[in-house]
């Protein structure tokens, strides 16, 4: 099939529309449909064929252990390229591409208005070792759970488009994991009249025991010398992975990271080479948070509110106990903003 390159994303390259990707959900103002985009890729290496118990590993101040899903070790060196089946979201303000294939990623976020992508978009898929069973890749936004890195980020997922009464449209990926049995859907929707993205997202306990998990989800943005991390007023310290530093916020005291940020605005440095290399927000109701570059004046922000339905579930919190075929649903929204 010819390929084509889409003129309102720079970068993006299709290969037409399948046969069976018709819009199956359109409303007014509002279209989903899932066509195939071919992204430069940089192969993985096999599972290893037998189980790989790793009680002991540490990965970021938690276990390590994986079992049942196999272990990927290698990347190649050479990229190439590869077709993906993209489910795309589009109203009058932005436009959304997902990617069910590598573990129902958003991909792209792009805003109309202002001709800019508000997530950072990767017009390569290059993985590196950093995910819990391996392969793990940067740019857009990820949805981990049990816990960090989740084993399947790099895997496919299934998905399906539906239509709501108020001329809405979601995209639902979903999954069973294998490692606690639990299922996770994220639906993401767009509305006719907002200019934002509605992520739900539904975790279900399917056992008969109480499961702990941690669910969270890291949007990249495109930083340089003039970003700014913006943080609810209740935010006055901020850590990385496993709380091994500290540091004040909005202004640090000391040394963040073997570097001295002494009496200096820690949300916003001046140099991108000294800017943190995480910043975790510490006892907060974490009602929103945002990044701006204030050259640009743009940027995007999030609305988390997290809904603990019948079930016995503890919380709120990133990390709860789910009890007895309880549910917990977490809605979030993301969109761009400017000043």
């Not at 488009?161 to 809405?168: A, L, Q, V, Y």
């Amino acid at each position: 099939m010819q390929k084509e390159i889409n003129r309102d994303m720079p970068g993006l390259t299709v290969t037409g529309v399948q046969e069976s990707a018709t819009v199956p959900a359109e409303s007014p103002f509002v279209k989903a449909w899932h066509e195939k985009v071919v992204i430069p890729t940089y192969p993985v290496g096999k599972p290893e064929k037998n189980p790989m118990f790793l009680e002991k590993r540490v990965y970021q101040g938690s276990s390590g252990v994986v079992y049942p899903y196999p272990v990927i070790e290698r990347i190649f060196d050479a990229k190439e390229e590869r077709e993906y089946n993209a489910l795309f979201l589009e109203n009058p303000f932005l436009k959304i591409m997902i990617l069910p294939e590598l573990g129902g990623r958003v991909q792209m976020a792009w805003d109309k208005l202002k001709q800019r992508h508000f997530v950072y978009y990767n017009q390569v898929i290059k993985p590196a070792l950093v995910g819990l069973t391996g392969p793990w890749i940067s740019g857009g936004i990820e949805f981990n759970w049990p816990q960090h890195h989740r084993p399947t980020t790099f895997s496919p997922v299934d998905y399906s488009i539906e239509m709501n009464e108020d001329n809405s449209v979601t995209v639902w990926c979903n999954e069973y994991e294998r490692m606690f049995h639990t299922q996770g859907a994220a639906g993401f929707t767009l509305y006719p009249d907002r200019a934002y993205l509605e992520i739900r997202v539904r975790l279900v306990n399917r056992t008969d025991f109480p499961q702990t998990f941690l669910w969270w989800a890291n949007p990249a943005v495109k930083v340089n010398d003039h970003y700014q991390s913006v943080f609810p007023p209740d935010v006055q310290a901020v850590f990385d992975h496993g709380k091994r530093d500290v540091s004040k916020f909005p202004i640090a005291d000391g040394i963040y990271y073997k570097v001295d940020y002494s009496r200096e605005p820690i949300s916003r440095c001046t140099k991108i080479s000294r800017y943190p290399p995480l910043l975790w927000p510490y006892l907060q109701n974490m009602t929103s948070s945002a990044g701006m570059n204030t050259t640009r004046k743009a940027g995007c922000s999030t609305w988390p509110t997290i809904t603990f339905l019948p079930g016995k579930n503890s919380g709120p919190g990133e990390t709860a106990n789910s009890e007895g075929h309880g549910t917990a649903t977490s809605p979030t929204r993301m969109a761009p903003t400017s000043n």
